[in-house]
């Protein structure tokens, strides 16, 4: 099946700071979402992105399909911003459609 | 609109025992998915399905069964409850190819 890779795997930030989230995974995908895993075990969609760039407010993401990675920036961190951050890719595996998690970046913003 | 409804929040089983995790959306999604998430790590797909009456196995199928009787419903049951079966359950839906939708959550503990 689909390796799917996140780094860095823990990530301390000053509130205010930005920041980049890899996603590298190991073969051609049909889909990629980044979620966010917020502190009471929410998981909440912040892209769905299998190429191209998104943006949404201060989270953005990039998705270069053909080099097999994708990239979540965040900007201006804010405390609110810690949680996980996961990476899901999804490919075909015996004619279905099955979704892959990273094992994701705990992210920790402090005042 | 529901989205995804996961029943129940939090359970205690002794070993054992028996439960059915319950799954369903509102979103008419032909694909549903049962994930498990272990402390500190990524979430591992149980089993998922591609429509009403196919199901197939994911990464860590062995415990667990399933049904998918209607296209809103994906129940997941635990025959003999095991210790290594503390997890927290999330089931997903989606359309093939497009972003997932995740419940809310299952808190399983086997004692």
């Known amino acids: 099946g689909i390796q799917v890779e996140q780094s860095p795997p823990d990530l301390i930030l000053q509130e205010g700071a930005n920041s980049t989230l890899r996603c590298n995974f190991s073969?051609?995908?049909?889909?990629l979402q980044w979620f966010h895993q917020n502190p009471w075990g929410q998981l909440i969609n912040l892209f769905y992105?299998?190429?191209g760039t998104k943006q949404n407010g201060r989270l953005s993401a990039t998705t270069v399909a053909t080099e097999r990675y994708s990239l979540l920036y965040i900007s201006s961190s804010q405390t609110t911003d810690s949680g996980v951050y996961f990476c899901?890719?999804?490919?075909?595996?015996?004619?279905?459609?099955?979704?892959?998690f990273g094992i994701g970046t705990k992210l920790q913003v402090i005042p | 609109n529901a989205g995804v409804t996961q029943t129940p929040k939090f359970r205690i089983l002794k070993i054992g025992q028996s439960m059915t995790l319950q799954c369903t959306q509102d979103?008419?999604?032909?694909?549903m998915y049962w994930y498990r998430q272990d402390p500190g790590m990524g979430l591992k797909l149980i089993y998922y399905?591609?429509?009403?009456?196919?199901?197939d196995k994911g990464e860590v199928p062995n415990g667990y069964n399933v049904s998918r009787s209607t296209t809103e419903d994906f129940p997941l049951r635990l025959e003999l409850a095991a210790p290594s079966q503390t997890s927290v359950y999330f089931c997903?839906?989606?359309?093939?190819?497009?972003?997932?939708?995740f419940g809310q959550g299952t808190r399983l503990t086997v004692v």
């Open positions: 997903a839906s989606s359309r093939q190819n497009t972003e997932a939708f």
């Open positions: 073969d051609s995908v049909n889909n």
């Open positions: 992105i299998p190429s």
């Open positions: 899901a890719v999804g490919g075909r595996s015996g004619g279905y459609q099955k979704v892959t």
């Open positions: 979103m008419n999604h032909n694909y």
């Open positions: 399905s591609v429509g009403a009456g196919i199901t």
